[in-house]
């Protein structure tokens, strides 16, 4: 399983590591809560993206970390603030490839002035590559860990999207100096059955995997065109949608003077699954934290969406912006 890990990070993303590198977890909030216990003592605190994953810092916190708010401007975790914030910090987890939810990558510039700060302060880099196969532009943007010349990112990825979320498999990529302490820490959990792990070996030996990752990247960037050009056609410029060029949602700016969680819970009456952005930042930061700011928006999915459940999800969504007969 971790050969095959390798081999195919190496060809899909450019991410060169040996096979030993490579630990298998039980997913993403498993590797977090896992690496805030074998890394950093009780009370430590750890940079996390504002707005950013929300399971993430609850993770942190569940184990005794303490997350801090970093404010996230148009390239991503504001290193600058983050350093005045909590210059102490001994972990940063983030999503440079595509912050989640605001969906900007991170630049080179950005990327090194973060590995910089690791390496002075001696602390940890937890780059979350969530939707890394799902890129729709013409040039990927590269794993972080691909530009780390000092052992400072643990490279984190998951195959619940990919394949299904009843697969909670994922995996670590870490530095040299971490492979025997977090492999003995797994050790004692054993979370992950082994003839999964075999059957997932194959798939991903055989190629399967990658000819599944093309094809539904293939029709992931055409349903997000097609929920990008319903938007345009109900509500012209009325709601501004960030399609973004890479993972599985877009981001809507909702008219000025609307109470997005009040959309939201609207949504849900009509059976539409649309998060407010307001639930990605930590309680009671989002207009005074800094960073970028965004007005009143929804987070709308598309991965899933057929044509009939798009016609139906933009119905609901008009509906609830109470915008003509919906």
């Known amino acids: ?109 950005r990327r090194s002035e973060l590995l910089a700060w690791a390496q002075d302060q001696m602390a940890w880099i937890l780059e979350d590559d969530y939707d890394g196969e799902f890129q729709y532009a013409a040039r990927v943007l590269p794993p972080l860990q691909t530009l780390d010349r000092h052992g400072r990112v643990i490279y984190m990825g998951s195959f619940s999207k990919v394949l299904t979320q009843a697969l909670r498999i994922g995996y670590l990529v870490v530095p040299p100096a971490l492979r025997v302490p977090v492999a003995c820490a797994l050790s004692h959990e054993k979370v992950v059955p082994t003839l999964a792990q075999a ?81 990605y930042y930590h309680p009671g930061t989002r207009w005074s934290s800094g960073g970028l700011p965004v007005p009143a928006s929804l987070l709308l999915g598309f991965a899933t969406v057929d044509d009939g459940e798009l016609r139906r999800g933009i119905a609901g969504l008009a509906r609830a912006l109470q915008w003509g007969d919906g």
């Open 1 to 109: 399983m971790r050969e095959a890990i390798a081999s195919y990070l190496a060809t899909a993303r450019g991410l060169l590591c040996t096979p030993e590198q490579v630990l298998i977890t039980a997913g993403s909030t498993h590797a977090t809560g896992l690496l805030a216990r074998l890394l950093l003592d009780p009370g430590e605190r750890a940079w996390t993206e504002n707005p950013g994953w929300p399971t993430g810092r609850q993770t942190l916190a569940a184990n005794e970390v303490v997350p801090v708010a970093v404010p996230v401007d148009a390239e991503g975790l504001d290193v600058e603030a983050g350093r005045m914030l909590a210059p102490d910090a001994r972990l940063a987890l983030v999503t440079p490839t595509r912050q989640y939810p605001l969906g900007m990558g991170m630049p080179l510039a």
């Open 199 to 279: 059957a997932l070996a194959d798939f991903l030996r055989l190629g399967e995997f990658a000819r599944h990752v093309r094809r539904m990247r293939s029709m992931y960037r055409a349903r997000r065109d097609a929920l990008g050009a319903a938007l345009r056609d109900r509500f012209g410029g009325a709601l501004a949608a960030w399609p973004g060029e890479s993972g599985f949602h877009t981001l809507a700016t909702l008219p000025p003077g609307s109470d997005e969680r009040a959309v939201s819970r609207r949504c849900a009456g009509f059976d539409v699954l649309a998060p407010a952005l307001e639930d």
